[in-house]
T-cell receptor, first 111, second 112 residues
Framework: DAMVIQNPRYQVTQFGKPVTLSCSQT?????MYWYQQKSSQAPKLLFH???????NEADTPDNFQSRRPNTSFCFLDIRSPGLGDAAMYLC??????????FGDGTRLSIL | QKEVEQDPGPLSVPEGAIVSLNCTYS??????FMWYRQYSRKGPELLMY????GNKEDGRFTAQVDKSSKYISLFIRDSQPSDSATYLC????????????FGTGTLLAVQP
């Protein structure tokens, strides 16, 4: 089945230690998104790629960056995680006229 | 005023009940409306996708959009314990980028 795959499902890192989360897709969608979701809250869009064009949301902290080396893969880099960055991180994809499809997320814990 | 408002619940119903979940929105230009279901520790899963006003039915699920009132609803008939999840309404904006605005989600528990 075509899908959006996120690895790892659970990630534990230390305060201030850089961490990278990965997302891959077999849908061949041209748009990929990263969301942050905290407990009992709606997903919050951090940024998205439209093809190779990176689009940052205005309120996304500088601590968060992303890379998209090809159509299938997208990475979320958190340069210096703080305790407030503990959350579920969701990757999603879409293409023109298609709704967003989500992966199952990576739950990030900060020690 | 938030662009999308959704009652967070929790909502608890007995098995077999009809469930009504609702959202209101503020921008009359919105045209595409979605409902996602999110189980605990999983990503959101698309349930229903509707354009403009009207109803759309898929099995036990019916999505309804009333653009005049800026009101969207999801009805679940014959609810099952497996329907227990958080239901998120979402509205598409941003043209080709398909960006979404989400409601805060309603936590539903269907009691056997």
């Amino acid at each position: 089945d075509a899908m959006v795959i996120q690895n790892p499902r659970y990630q534990v890192t230390q305060f201030g230690k850089p961490v990278t989360l990965s997302c891959s897709q077999t849908l061949n969608h041209n748009v990929m998104y990263w969301y942050q979701q905290k407990s009992s809250q709606a997903p919050k869009l951090l940024f998205h790629y439209y093809d190779k064009d990176f689009n940052n949301e205005a309120d996304t902290p500088d601590n968060f960056q992303s890379r998209r080396p090809n159509t299938s893969f997208c990475f979320l880099d958190i340069r210096s995680p703080g305790l407030g960055d503990a959350a579920m991180y969701l990757c999603a994809t879409s293409s023109l006229s298609q709704p967003q499809h989500f992966g199952d997320g990576t739950r990030l814990s900060i020690l | 005023q938030k662009e999308v408002e959704q009652d967070p619940g929790p909502l608890s119903v007995p098995e077999g009940a009809i469930v009504s979940l609702n959202c209101t929105y503020s921008n009359s230009a919105f045209q595409y409306f979605m409902w996602y279901r999110q189980y605990s520790r999983k990503g959101p899963e698309l349930l229903m996708y509707t354009y403009s006003s009207g109803n759309k039915e898929d099995g036990r699920f019916t999505a309804q959009v009333d653009k005049s009132s800026k009101y969207i609803s999801l009805f679940i008939r014959d609810s099952q314990p497996s329907d227990s999840a958080t239901y998120l309404c979402a509205i598409r904006y941003g043209g080709a980028t398909n960006k979404l605005i989400f409601g805060t989600g309603t936590l539903l528990a269907v009691q056997p």
